[in-house]
């Protein structure tokens, strides 16, 4: 009697359709993988150009050429699109800050390279503009408010943490009040640049006044 090959390997058979079917899971992921960048990186170029006002999933979704509900799978409101483009620069940001205070570089220097990077990242248009959206969203949204107020939190304590080795005689609660104020710093030089009124000796006047701050050369007002 003789026996045919596909009586002969019924394993190999199932196993040749699991591959496939596996193969093409593979290729859906894949796919999605790439029509999500695609969103982001749309959405991000939207934003910078338009603001919040251009801001819409039905713009997001017609610059990406597919569907308003084909976005809403990947995400569901305009917030969520928002947070995909904001949530890498805030994470790139901490990160770097994590590493640097880390480092084996000395407090100080790692506080001086700190203070030059907020200088350098207030003249980047594409981070200043992405920040000023951030805070208009904050201002209107309360889910993107909590990620804005997430991201604070967590960048007053590992700059609160740097200070403290900065300056040994700052109490943990003078390390967040020095931290909170270097941050409003930092904020208000971004928005000069971002509205185009730098003031001559900007950048200097900056950086001088953080280092007063940080290493307690400036008198703090007396608390009634």
């Not at 597919?66 to 809403?72: A, G, K, P």
């Not at 080795?165 to 909170?180: E, G, I, L, Q, Y």
Request: charged share 20%; aromatic share 8%.
């Amino acid at each position: 009697m003789t026996v045919s090959n596909e009586q002969r390997s019924p394993r190999k058979r199932r196993t040749s359709t699991a591959a496939a079917a596996a193969s093409n899971t593979d290729g859906l992921r894949a796919q999605g993988l790439r029509t999500r960048n695609t969103i982001i990186r749309v959405a991000r170029k939207l934003l910078l150009e338009g603001g919040p006002l251009e801001f819409s999933q039905r713009a997001v979704a017609a610059a990406a050429g597919i569907s308003v509900s084909n976005l809403q799978y990947y995400f569901p409101t305009r917030i969520a699109v928002l947070r995909a483009v904001i949530e890498p620069v805030i994470q790139a940001y901490l990160d770097d800050m994590k590493r640097a205070i880390s480092s084996d570089a000395s407090p100080r220097d790692v506080f001086e390279e700190i203070m030059q990077r907020s200088v350098s990242d207030a003249k980047d248009a594409k981070y200043n503009a992405l920040f000023r959206h951030l805070l208009s969203f904050a201002a209107t949204d309360a889910e993107c408010f909590k990620l804005y107020d997430e991201w604070y939190a967590t960048l007053t304590r590992d700059l609160a943490q740097l200070l403290r080795a900065v300056n040994p005689a700052f109490s943990a609660a003078d390390s967040r009040h020095a931290a909170t104020m270097l941050i409003a710093l930092a904020d208000g030089l971004t928005m000069q640049y971002g509205t185009g009124r730098q003031t001559q000796a900007l950048d200097a006047y900056f950086i001088a006044t953080s280092r007063a701050i940080a290493y307690g050369t400036l008198t703090a007002p007396a608390v009634k």
